[in-house]
């Protein structure tokens, strides 16, 4: 189970003073920071695009990184518990309330074929103020290769157990995260909402 209680994002300095490039620098390093270009990997160079159309959902043209093994989409016509169910993942991991003024705008999933891992992001914006921040879903398969962290304060991680299934909430300033392990997945729900709100959300997911 992932110590929640000690990960976190380390946050960067502002910096504004550009810095000179050094030329002779290696390519990607502090002084020279210009990617190193990349090629198509002659393994990977024939995956082709995701074809999801047998199970009934409709995706926008896949976009690869330049060495052909990461792979990008948008799923255009279905909610997130059936493009879930579309790509096998049956185990309850999705809510279905949240509070009213938020709503779907984007399913985006990214597919690495090195690492076999897969990130599904959903985007609910808050319809009623422009400014406000939305609420984020993710389910994520956890490889030998994850280095992901969950920022937070200083505040203690709560523990919320419901349908023999532990959940963390996390606090980070005004924003709340919540995550669980589930059927090898890492489901995280993310948003500027309230503990009770958090709660009610994960409820769902049971009902």
């Given at each position: 189970?992932?110590?929640?209680?000690?990960?976190?994002?380390?946050?960067?300095?502002?910096?504004?003073?550009?810095?000179?490039?050094?030329?002779?620098?290696?390519?990607?390093?502090?002084?020279?920071?210009?990617?190193?270009?990349?090629?198509?990997?002659?393994?990977?160079?024939?995956?082709?695009?995701?074809?999801?159309?047998?199970?009934?959902?409709?995706?926008?043209?896949?976009?690869?990184?330049?060495?052909?093994?990461?792979?990008?989409?948008?799923?255009?016509?279905?909610?997130?518990?059936?493009?879930?169910?579309?790509?096998?993942?049956?185990?309850?991991?999705?809510?279905?309330?949240?509070?009213?003024?938020?709503?779907?705008?984007?399913?985006?999933?990214?597919?690495?074929?090195?690492?076999?891992?897969?990130?599904?992001?959903?985007?609910?914006?808050?319809?009623?103020?422009?400014?406000?921040?939305?609420?984020?879903?993710?389910?994520?398969?956890?490889?030998?290769?994850?280095?992901?962290?969950?920022?937070?304060?200083?505040?203690?991680?709560i523990e919320y157990s419901k349908n023999d299934t532990i959940w963390y909430i996390m606090h980070n300033l005004q924003h709340l995260n919540a995550a669980a392990m589930i059927d090898?997945?890492?489901?995280?729900?993310?948003?500027?909402?309230?503990?009770?709100?958090?709660?009610?959300?994960?409820?769902?997911?049971?009902?």
């Amino acid at each position: 189970m992932p110590d929640y209680d000690h990960e976190t994002y380390t946050a960067l300095p502002e910096n504004n003073e550009v810095e000179e490039i050094d030329p002779t620098a290696p390519l990607g390093s502090e002084h020279n920071p210009k990617p190193i270009e990349e090629k198509v990997d002659p393994e990977y160079a024939d995956i082709p695009d995701t074809d999801l159309s047998s199970v009934g959902l409709q995706k926008t043209d896949s976009v690869w990184d330049t060495s052909h093994i990461i792979e990008s989409f948008d799923i255009i016509n279905a909610d997130l518990q059936t493009t879930l169910h579309g790509l096998g993942i049956t185990a309850p991991m999705v809510p279905t309330m949240l509070p009213k003024e938020y709503s779907l705008r984007q399913i985006n999933i990214m597919k690495d074929y090195f690492t076999k891992g897969i990130d599904i992001l959903a985007d609910y914006p808050n319809n009623t103020d422009d400014t406000a921040v939305g609420i984020i879903i993710t389910v994520s398969t956890k490889t030998e290769y994850d280095h992901r962290t969950i920022e937070k304060d200083d505040r203690a991680v709560i523990e919320y157990s419901k349908n023999d299934t532990i959940w963390y909430i996390m606090h980070n300033l005004q924003h709340l995260n919540a995550a669980a392990m589930i059927d090898g997945y890492e489901v995280i729900i993310s948003g500027d909402i309230d503990v009770d709100e958090m709660k009610k959300i994960i409820d769902s997911i049971y009902e």
